[in-house]
């Protein structure tokens, strides 16, 4: 038989708010989507993604997208042929 503990853990209201929305569609509570994270983690033997600081240049982008500055709008036509573009 399983034995289970508690884990109490701080996060913003928002976030809980919109990930149990999402959780729900996918039939999971936060309790589940928890246990499945920490086993992913088990697995794993460390965080299941990877998880890196940006260089420069991705700071510089992110900040840039964050201010509205060099941004292209395109149609969504446009969009799968850049998206084809990368994918080959």
């Known amino acids: 038989m399983e034995t289970t503990t508690m884990i109490h853990a701080r996060v913003d209201k928002n976030v809980k708010k919109k990930s149990e929305v999402i959780l729900k569609r996918l039939g999971l509570s936060n309790s589940k989507a928890i246990d499945l994270f920490l086993r ?12 890196e600081i940006p260089n420069e240049e991705t700071l510089k982008v992110m900040e840039d997208i964050k201010n509205g500055r060099t941004l292209t709008e395109v149609s969504s036509d446009e969009f799968d042929e850049i998206v084809d573009e990368c994918v080959k």
């Open 40 to 51: 992913q983690v088990s697995l794993h033997k460390g965080l299941p993604f990877p998880l």
